[in-house]
């Protein structure tokens, strides 16, 4: 097919008039059966590199991707074109799923969008082994996931790499993505192999703006950001480092009465699905999201993106900017830095990149004992689930650990007669991690161009200055912070209570509320010195905040008994700082609530399997009658993971307790990244 006969295909399909030259490249070796690495910026258009050959191609193109929104909008971008097209994922049931993998099978899909950890799945297995199955192209999206050098590493993409390996030389075969070192271009080759080659484009974004603000607090970014945010036009992002931040940036917004929301991993599948549609909408002036919003979001008129906190390297950044101005319009791209940050919160994503050696060697032992499935290897290793699945990765590629499907179920057995584990590559990754984040510090302070370093570090070295960054205009922005602001920042932290998510549809449990967060706050330090360091009971400060929570919260809501968390460690602390909000509130107090059985901490449990079994059937309510067809207030001094709140709540309900609405002290930022 030439250039001119597949461009009047584009156009009467897809209704564009011609490719980019990079554009045809890419499809004019596809088309041949060739094997390409295609490594361009955001906005270039790579998803149509693989769009129009598979229209043009016999049988179903397989796209793996990690991002849900993009297969979701892609796919209803390819069914408003005639297209046909479908995505697999954990949002669909599973009669859902089999229907579209029935569709594939069947001929009825040119585009069939699947997550990488479907390879995990033996329904898919067995599809992809079907001799009726006709596999046209096979697609890799956001292929940095397959090098544990790249900066999302994903494991479930290495099955990708054995399904490609399978294939014949002259099997179409195209890797994506934006950022890429040399590296990890390299490594991304080695791993697809046979033949690839690699085009890679112009990674200058001319319309981005690029800032480095320099502050001296957080109070300062959420100062600057209230005076400054409005000015700027159009809608952008606020990237945040954790889940909490997210929260409390959006609601310093909404107290400011500027159109915000927060987006992170904790956030029910529904909400996101709404929250996309409002940023493309422009329904806020932002959305506050940690780095689980993004790629996937197909949205070409984004005009900012702010930074709260230092992402871990100059890729991480390079690709989360490049979400603004894909239209190509002037773009502003803001990045604050507090020299006097803690660096904690980066460097524990770097050091979670790779578990210790330990766990590790936790999970030989566990698999040694027996074969077992994910959530056996989770409860034998009380780990998370996204260390073992990285841990099981390596092991695997490393021949200690096979796969066996025993049951339609997966397990794991260990490989006796299996060589030692192998740390090198690790240890050598971690190294690289850190001088990346050595680079990202760099950036921060360098009085060059901004837009030069970031493509310099990826591999694309610029010959000129990208002439609208704050080093080239020579602007340097300043904060201004001034006794009206501070006070009213004062003001918000003594009015926004953090609400505890406990709703569910199988108890009569409703969303509670805490007065402060534990780790931001002197709440924390209180809690810290009566529990830990004889401090007696909760001071009186903490009675009248928690109850200026509840009057947020519940209004002049009456309830019919308090009862009280029993303590695993804290004697009788909580129950005295119940009976007070008790007094207060001029509701029944009731010392009824009991544990049936010894439990340990929840605290040194990794996992929700782990703290669910710690808890199970542990309470007990001597004279369960008194809380039939009533409402009860539940107190408890910190909320973790919400486990023993939900627990408790589930037995109450059964009992006949027709209300149960939890009111705590604190709740927990650790662990909530």
């Not at 554009?23 to 998803?47: A, N, Y």
């Not at 090098?147 to 075969?173: E, Q």
């Not at 990765?393 to 025993?406: K, P």
């Not at 009015?495 to 505890?500: E, K, R």
Request: aromatic share 10%; with cysteine.
């Amino acid at each position: 097919m030439t250039r001119q006969q597949a461009e009047q295909k584009l156009k009467s399909t897809f209704g564009f008039n011609e490719f980019h030259d990079n554009q045809w490249t890419v499809i004019d070796k596809i088309l041949q059966g060739q094997r390409v690495l295609l490594i361009e910026k955001t906005g270039f258009g790579k998803s149509l590199c693989y769009q129009f050959p598979a229209t043009q191609f016999e049988g179903v193109t397989i796209i793996f991707s990690p991002l849900i929104a993009l297969m979701r909008d892609q796919v209803q971008k390819m069914q408003d074109l005639g297209i046909a097209a479908n995505f697999i994922s954990s949002q669909h049931t599973e009669e859902e799923n089999n229907q579209t993998i029935n569709d594939a099978l069947n001929g009825k899909l040119k585009l069939l969008y699947i997550h990488p950890a479907r390879m995990e799945n033996v329904k898919w297995l067995e599809t992809v082994r079907d001799k009726n199955f006709k596999i046209a192209m096979v697609v890799v999206d956001e292929a940095h996931c397959i090098s544990t050098w790249g900066h999302d590493f994903i494991p479930s993409y290495r099955k990708i790499v054995n399904l490609v390996n399978l294939l014949p030389l002259n099997f179409p075969v195209l890797a994506t993505t934006a950022t890429a070192t040399k590296r990890v271009e390299e490594d991304i080759k080695a791993q697809i192999g046979k033949n690839i080659i690699s085009i890679r484009g112009n990674l200058l974004r001319e319309n981005l703006k690029l800032y480095v603000i320099t502050v001296q607090s957080e109070d300062e970014k959420m100062i600057w950001l209230a005076q400054n945010l409005e000015k700027i036009q159009g809608t952008g992002v606020v990237y945040t480092g954790t889940r909490v931040s997210t929260e409390i940036y959006a609601k310093w917004f909404e107290y400011l009465k500027i159109k915000s929301v927060h987006y992170n991993s904790g956030i029910d599948t529904e909400t996101k699905k709404d929250i996309e549609q409002g940023l493309m909408s422009n329904e806020y002036k932002c959305v506050v999201s940690t780095n689980a919003l993004g790629m996937g979001i197909d949205k070409s008129d984004i005009r900012f993106v702010v930074h709260t906190q230092i992402p871990v390297s100059p890729i991480h950044y390079y690709q989360e900017i490049g979400r603004a101005g894909r239209d190509g319009k002037p773009s502003h791209i803001i990045l604050f830095y507090n020299p006097n940050d803690d660096k904690t919160l980066p460097l524990s994503f770097i050091e979670g990149g790779r578990p210790e050696i330990k766990k590790y060697q936790r999970v030989i032992d566990a698999v040694k004992s027996e074969r077992l499935g994910l959530h056996g290897i989770i409860k034998a290793t009380n780990l998370k689930q996204t260390q073992v699945n990285v841990i099981l990765a390596d092991l695997i590629a490393q021949g200690i650990v096979i796969e066996a499907i025993d049951r339609n179920s997966k397990k794991y057995e260990f490989k006796f007669g299996s060589p030692a584990l192998d740390t090198k590559s690790f240890e050598e990754l971690r190294d690289a991690k850190l001088k990346e984040f050595d680079e990202m510090l760099n950036y921060l302070t360098i009085s060059t161009c901004r837009m030069k370093f970031l493509c310099d570090f990826l591999g694309d070295n610029l010959h000129k200055d990208c002439g609208v960054c704050d080093n080239c205009r020579q602007k340097n922005i300043q904060v201004s912070v001034t006794e009206d602001w501070r006070n009213k920042l004062a003001d918000f932290r003594e009015t926004y209570f953090p609400i505890l998510e406990v709703e569910n549809k199988t108890t009569n449990l409703v969303n509670g509320v805490a007065a402060s967060y534990y780790g931001i706050s002197n709440v924390g330090q209180a809690l810290h010195r009566s529990k830990y360091e004889n401090g007696g009971d909760f001071p009186d400060w903490l009675l009248r905040l928690t109850l200026k929570a509840f009057y947020r919260h519940f209004g002049k809501e009456k309830f019919d008994v308090v009862l009280y968390v029993p303590p695993t460690e804290s004697g009788d602390l909580v129950k005295n700082f119940a009976e007070k909000i008790a007094k207060s509130l001029n509701f029944t107090f009731s010392n009824a609530l009991k544990k049936s059985r010894t439990t340990q901490s929840q605290k040194i449990f990794q996992t929700g399997l782990l703290k669910k079994d710690n808890l199970k059937d542990a309470f007990i309510l001597e004279n369960p009658n008194q809380i039939i067809g009533k409402t009860v207030l539940l107190i408890d001094d910190i909320y973790d993971s919400g486990a023993t709140i939900k627990e408790i709540g589930k037995y109450l309900s059964k009992l006949g307790a027709v209300k149960v609405a939890p009111l705590v002290i604190a709740k927990t930022v650790g662990g909530d990244l």
